[in-house]
């Protein structure tokens, strides 16, 4: 009997540790808000003195016109802590994405962050890669709402006839964000891999990483 109290035990233990380690993502707030204090340069901004506080601290403008997409074909402007003290410790953050026409949104994932999708204008092709490589795509048009799943590869096309909008939320503070063409061919990985994984030439590997230096 004593035996199996202490089985039951330690199962319900692991139950109880896959629970958080599933379920775990920003932590839960212990204040209404924290509206960051814009100078600290920390991880952990302090906290703006709640006095101090008003309605403006919970407003941002900074995505009211669409952003420059011109150069090359998309444009995303991240609303975040960062730039929007407000959010801080409330575990989300946005984005506002324009596309130009052929505009693209390179296969990209956020490695801490659920996102869905919201067309505010055009038409966009739109999907994601499971771990399985199944992909989950179609066009997807204003008024439509997309989720990409925490951590997978994902990526959006404009292919309508005019400039194109999307909103973007996330579940996280901080979702991060790896551009996979980016995180290849921009980071310094050795020359002789990428010839031998993509069959490319050093010339081509050359085009490729200029093309995709970090900005």
């Keep these: 009997m004593q035996t199996m109290i202490q089985k039951i035990t330690l199962f319900l233990a692991f139950v109880l540790l896959c629970s958080h380690v599933v379920f775990a ?3 839960d707030p ?6 960051a204090i814009k100078e600290s340069a920390t991880s952990n901004p302090s906290c703006k003195n709640s006095s101090a506080v008003t309605v ?8 009211k016109i669409p952003g420059n ?9 991240a609303v975040n802590s960062n730039v929007f003290p407000g959010l801080n410790t409330l575990g989300m953050s946005f984005v506002r994405a ?4 052929d505009g693209i949104n390179v296969p990209h994932f956020h490695p801490r962050a659920t996102e869905t999708a919201f067309v ?10 499971d771990t399985s490589n199944r992909i989950f795509a179609k066009v997807i ?4 709402v997309m989720v990409f799943p925490k951590g997978v590869v994902h990526f959006q096309m404009n292919v309508g006839d005019k400039p194109a909008t ?7 503070q901080n979702p991060g964000l790896q551009r996979l063409p980016t995180a290849i061919f921009g980071s310094g990985i050795k020359e002789e891999l990428l010839e031998k994984v993509f069959g490319l030439s050093s010339k081509d590997i050359a085009k490729l990483r200029k093309r995709f230096a970090p900005q």
């Excluded at 324009?98 to 026409?101: A, P, R, Y």
């Excluded at 505010?120 to 890669?129: M, T």
């Excluded at 048009?141 to 439509?144: M, P, V």
């Excluded at 999307?166 to 996280?172: T, V, Y």
Aim: charged fraction near 25%; aromatic fraction near 18%; glycine fraction near 12%.
């Design 25 to 27: 993502s920003d932590p």
């Design 30 to 35: 212990v204040l209404d808000y924290c509206v």
């Design 56 to 63: 403006e601290d919970f407003i941002f403008s900074g995505i």
């Design 69 to 77: 997409y011109r150069q090359t074909g998309f444009s995303s402007v």
């Design 98 to 101: 324009d596309f130009d026409l």
């Design 120 to 129: 505010l204008e055009g038409r966009i092709y739109s999907g994601f890669v």
């Design 141 to 144: 048009e204003k008024g439509e």
């Design 166 to 172: 999307i909103l973007g939320s996330f579940n996280s």
